[in-house]
């Protein structure tokens, strides 16, 4: 069976995610007690289900310890399981939880001090649920949403579910450094000390796909040298990431607004690694 746990930070758009994937044809179950995972497994599987999304989160705070457990016994059984953790930076996450006025799920769960009767604020809150979540985020393929719309987070998520049943999946990803790094990243490249296009009033409006852009820095003395090298770095620990079991590799590229040199970087690596490898792009900035 296909299986793939969404889960993540509260108010970081796991709702959003486990909607796109009931629209992809997955029967969706939304905050299940992580130790009725394999009951709900074995239950589907009698149905004849092949796939399975669930959706956990610090409302089950109290059986989350043994899920990743779970989750290494389900794919010893067989099972192509995926995880999914969806973050934000907390500032994004206080602007949400200001936009619909609802209260944090661990609000009333604990204390910020032994004795206290206060209850903690909403960045205690945070913070407290990434601590009780990190074991689950390392074994994760984690998603920034910090930023995304929500249709931008629907597509991102169909693609990832998408994927073939393949070692790894290779994300390229462009980002400007003004808006900070991708919480997502595993490397991250910086490509700012290339010529910018931007201050060419003929390119600003343009982006790295398009044809000026691209002529314009192919012509650059240090852009292919640079582009070798990242492509080599990524060429030679590439092995290695396939043999730590990763499901996905993101490679970061970013530059001052993320419109120009980081997207055609990323273009640019996407198009030589699709020779040999399963590819996707993402561009954070582009509409």
């Not at 390392?138 to 987070?153: E, F, M, Q, R």
């Not at 169909?158 to 390229?172: G, H, M, N, Q, S």
């Not at 290339?194 to 796909?209: A, H, K, V």
């Not at 273009?267 to 040999?276: G, S």
Request: charged share 25%.
């Amino acid at each position: 069976m296909r299986i793939i746990l969404i889960t993540g930070i509260s108010g970081s758009g796991k709702s959003v995610g486990l909607n796109a994937l009931e629209d992809a044809g997955y029967f969706c179950v939304d905050n299940l007690p992580p130790k009725l995972l394999r009951q709900l497994v074995e239950t589907r599987l009698e149905e004849g289900a092949q796939t399975l999304a669930v959706a956990m989160d610090a409302r089950s705070a109290d059986s989350l310890a043994g899920l990743p457990a779970d989750i290494q016994k389900l794919k010893d059984e067989g099972h192509d399981v995926k995880v999914l953790f969806l973050s934000a930076k907390t500032e994004s996450l206080i602007a949400r939880f200001s936009e619909t006025r609802r209260s944090h799920p661990l609000s009333h769960r604990f204390r910020p001090s032994p004795g206290s009767s206060d209850q903690p604020t909403l960045t205690e809150c945070i913070l407290r649920e990434r601590e009780m979540l990190s074991a689950i985020e390392g074994i994760s393929h984690v998603i920034d949403t910090s930023g995304l719309s929500a249709n931008k987070l629907r597509a991102w998520i169909k693609d990832l579910v998408e994927t073939e049943r393949t070692p790894l999946t290779l994300l390229f990803e462009s980002f400007a450094f003004k808006f900070g790094v991708p919480l997502d990243a595993d490397l991250v490249f910086d490509v700012r000390v290339l010529p910018n296009p931007y201050y060419d009033l003929r390119l600003r409006p343009l982006t790295g796909r398009d044809e000026p852009v691209v002529a314009f820095l192919d012509v650059q003395a240090h852009v292919a040298e640079l582009q070798a090298d990242i492509r080599g770095f990524v060429e030679k620990w590439l092995p290695a990431f396939k043999n730590d079991n990763r499901s996905y590799l993101t490679v970061a590229i970013g530059c001052t607004g993320g419109q120009h040199r980081s997207v055609y970087m990323v273009e640019k690596l996407a198009r030589h690694f699709r020779a040999t490898e399963r590819v996707l792009v993402r561009h954070r900035e582009l509409n």
